[in-house]
């Protein structure tokens, strides 16, 4: 109520309007009470909005320092750890989690990045939290998993599914949340607060997270480019493995640390056999394809080897790479034990005995292993990865699927034929080749003269002639073989028309060459012939073209087709070496051949029962399905009269003459 003094005011100003003063002082006061109120609602109102304007400045100048913070960081941790902290601190979080899915199970695994202002009142909750991982469903980051929106829990003491309630219990952990770092529609991680006392949701709060989650999700795919472009500059782009640019640099790293760690290093060289056939067979975008499947089946060998060699040798001490082409090479730092290496070497081998797939086609593949090993001194890495090198080229050298260690010897004995190889291509390039003509024979007629075999040699300028068995397989392994062989085929088609244009009786006469796998698979290569033939003007009949089972082997349904078709034109085919392949019979019943020649190895020991019947099988299965034999390799008269006995009908070999040149030759 109004004092004396007011109330005789209040009367003095209030005008007379008929009613008691007393009336209209009350009346005043009810006004002077809503005015009151309005101002004070007012003054709340004002110091409301000063609040929120307040509150909301900071949430601005939280995301501001959370942005700045992330683009200046230099990799996910940093930025992670710097934003846990920002938020801890201005939002009164006692403690901040991170998490990042992982890509293969999808499940949220914690990456010890986390801020807390009191760790040591914590520790038990922390500890707990530094390396758990979360499927989808389960635990407050799995919430967050399953659809990727933030989850709240008042009280996580009494939620049943918050798994470390025990631990929050002990710390006194009361309140928590977890928000999703989102790229798109995919989480890519999350974070999780707590709080010791009651914390509830709000839109500011819950808009501010967002804010946040959506920076980090930036910071994560910028890592993730940056990591995809690391990796791509690393790795080879059609397998996925270390290239020549990662394991130079695990070389480096393990010459560096091979005079430290007392262990050696080791590197093997794989070479595939044959997988020009099959790029020449199926085409490049089908030899990709095998080659990553090669390279998977590989890094599965490589692996267990690893882990059952010894589970606590780093995985980046390991080093599977593909070094270009059908290539590949590994790398064993700290090597503790040579027999380890056998170890990989066999299970590398029988991991090529399963056939490979090229849609509904089969192919069987082999690899050549090089390898060289240093001892627990320092050496030169990159010159053992050179060593390894030279040892798959002699490991090619010797067939398919071997395996050779490189010693100072073999060095000296490589080094030999790369010059070998320098010197063949210059051979090629001059033409420094000659043929020689060995004669075949018939039996059933005594010693008449049938055919020739034409054989290279090789007219070197310093050496003179150089033998087949010198420099073929060099050729072979250098991809020179077609280059040679389309001089032998040309060559001999040129000498066959010379050795009819003598007269009648040489008219009759054939020449049969040998055809290399590779020049045989070359997709030209009827073509080749069929152009040969019509530019020499000899006749078809009289000229025989022999094949390996090698062949065979690569391509086995386009050898059919390729041998159908010269045969068409009358060109007769042979299959060489017959009896040294573990599958001849089904090429015979396969392949369309006209002649089969029966191997020196049998012909060498024709002596013994047991070679007898060999060779007595051979010519019996002959006349059943109608096919020519031709013996090679006869050198004495005990020989030759086994296989006339057995009833052989051609023959070859130094007893009836050694390989001559062309005039001596057709001279006979």
Known sequence: MPNGGTLELMKHFVPDTGQSSEFRVARLERQLLRERSARLEAEAIAERGLRELYEQKQWLLLL???????????????????????VCIQMGWDFGNAYLIDSGSREAVACDVWYAEEPDRLF????????????????????????????????????????????AKRCGIKSGCAFPIVIKDETVGLFEFFSSRTVMATDDLLATMAQISSQLGRVV????????????????????????????????????????????????????????????????????????????????????????????????????????????????????????????????????????????????????????????????VNQLLRDADLAMYEAKSEGRGRTIEFNEELGEVIRNRRQLEHELRLAIRDCQFRLFYQPIIDMRAGTELRGYEALVRWQHPERGLVSPAEFVPIAEEAGLMSFIGGWVLHEACDALARLHAMGEAHSRRFISINVAPMQFLQPNFAAQVRRTLMRTGVRPESLKLEITEGVAIIDPVRTAKVLAEVREWGVQTSLDDFGTGYSSLSYLQNLPFDTIKIDKSFIDD??????????????????????????????TEAQRAILEQLGCPFAQGYLYGRPVCEEQAFAL
Request: charged share 30%; net charge negative.
């Open 64 to 86: 501001q320092r959370v942005t700045k913070g992330a683009n200046e960081a230099d990799d996910i941790a940093e930025a992670f750890a710097l934003s846990l902290r920002e």
């Open 124 to 167: 038990a909750f922390i500890d707990a939290s530094r390396q758990i991982r979360f499927t989808s469903g389960i635990g407050l980051p799995g919430r967050v998993l399953r659809d990727s929106r933030p989850h709240w829990i008042l009280d996580v003491r009494d939620d049943e599914g918050f798994l470390r309630r025990s631990e």
């Open 221 to 380: 795919e910028r890592d993730r480019a940056r990591r995809a472009l690391l990796h791509d500059a690393s790795h080879d782009a059609l397998t996925g493995l270390p290239n020549r640019a990662l394991l130079a640099e695990r070389c480096a790293r393990a010459a560096a640390d091979l005079s430290s760690n007392g262990q050696g290093v080791g590197i093997l060289v794989i070479d595939l056999d044959g997988f020009k056939a099959v790029n020449d067979r199926f085409g490049h975008h089908a030899g990709d394809s095998l080659i990553r499947a090669l390279g998977e089946r590989l890094r599965g060998v490589v692996e267990l080897f690893q882990r059952e060699s010894d589970p606590n040798w780093p995985a980046e001490r390991v080093t599977l790479s593909r070094t270009g082409g059908d290539e590949f090479v590994v790398l064993l730092d700290g090597l503790a034990d040579r027999s380890w290496v056998d170890d990989l070497t066999g299970r590398i081998h029988k991991a090529f005995e399963r056939p490979f797939y090229i849609g509904s086609s089969e192919v069987r593949l082999a690899a050549s292993i090089g390898f060289a090993l240093s001892d627990t001194g320092r050496c030169d």
């Open 606 to 635: 024709l002596t013994s029962k047991r070679s007898q019947d060999i060779v007595r099988a051979i010519l019996d299965l002959a006349r059943s399905m109608e096919l020519s034999v031709i013996a090679e390799g006869i050198e």
